[in-house]
């Protein structure tokens, strides 16, 4: 006999088989829904070269390194012939990082350091000095250290073993800013929140809590964006106003959503989903086929000879199907509920949920992943 579980340990037994997990708005700071437009970080690039490799950096097959190890040797005053040359302790690398906002010169950044050519391993490298670029060509960064990877690469006699990506690694704090990116907030007596989802909802809600508390200073420009105009005693302080903004707590307002990993069987939903009334139909079809051998075995002095013979036995069984009805009025919850009434495994409910959006039965959008 099949149970029927209360929703407290429908929920209790959902999140034990990570099959269900329900989304629910709640109150939160509009700093972590929000952030203030004009703060954001900036990608720097540069080409370098990583030096003191074990015989695993590139090959005489990569031109670049060949070219980059004669140009640098001759910012030092040194000729080589390029015939000469051996480029298999060295890698031709492409070094990136983010500079965050507010960094000031003198601050150090992380870098990555990836292998262009077909060097082996970066492991035990060091990476000699690189300027960093960002997209307007100007140098923001010089990176320059010791290469850290996650990674080895070993063989002997044909046999090779290979844990993670040696030709990539990392060097903690291995950039210096060299110039500043100047953020200037509020210089126009005006600020703008971006929202991090876009919706209508939500930007009216963040507009409202912020002229309740100073009076009409913000203006929902669109779903993605509110405008704040910074009072005048806040000219001089800008950040104490942002900050107080920020702390401003509304609810945001989410769309419908189901969102459904069918590779794991897991599956998050809002809690505003809804559903018409609908009937949901759970069976199965278990068919068994067996087979066994028999021995047929002559009469005696007949000069007959043994016979094995197969029979195949074929046994049909279909479960009861297990029917309920939801009402016009139901939310999550009860959807969950009555699956797991009838015994719908987190597959099951995949292919109900599908099921039912086909229909027009439930009011959400459903995304598979």
Known sequence: ???????????????????????????????????????????????????????????????????????????????????????????????????????????????AVSAMGDAKSIQGGTLIQTPLLAADGEIYAVAQGPVSTGGFIAGNGGGNAQKNFPTVGITPNGAIIERTVEDEIGTRGQISLSLANADFTTASRIAAAINNMYGGAAKAANAGRVDILIPGYYRTNVVDFIA???????????????????????????????????????????????????????????????????????????QLSNSIVMSPTANINDIVGALNAVGATPRDCISILQAMKAAGAIHATLEII
């Open 244 to 318: 107080s903004i920020e702390e401003l707590e509304i609810l945001p307002d989410n769309i419908a959503k189901i969102v459904v990993n069918e590779r794991t069987g897991t599956i998050v939903m809002g809690g505003n989903v809804t559903v018409d009334e609908c009937a949901i139909t759970q069976g199965g079809l278990s068919i068994k086929v067996t087979r066994t051998k028999e021995v047929s075995q002559p009469d005696p002095f007949s000069y007959g000879t043994t016979i094995v013979t197969s029979n195949t036995e074929t046994e049909t069984e279909e």
């Open 1 to 111: 006999m099949k149970k029927i579980f209360s929703a407290l340990a429908i929920l209790s037994l959902l999140m034990l088989v990570g099959s269900t997990v329900f989304a629910e708005s709640s109150t939160t700071r509009i700093k972590d829904i929000a952030k203030i437009q004009g703060v954001r970080s900036n990608q720097l690039m540069g080409y370098g070269l990583v030096v003191g490799l074990p015989g695993t950096g590139d090959t005489d097959k990569t031109p670049q390194s060949i070219s980059s190890i004669i140009s640098m040797l001759r910012n030092f005053g040194i000729t080589v012939d390029s015939s000469n040359l051996k480029a298999k302790n060295v890698a031709a690398v492409m070094v990136t990082a983010t500079l965050p906002p507010f960094a000031r010169e003198g601050d150090t950044i992380d870098i």
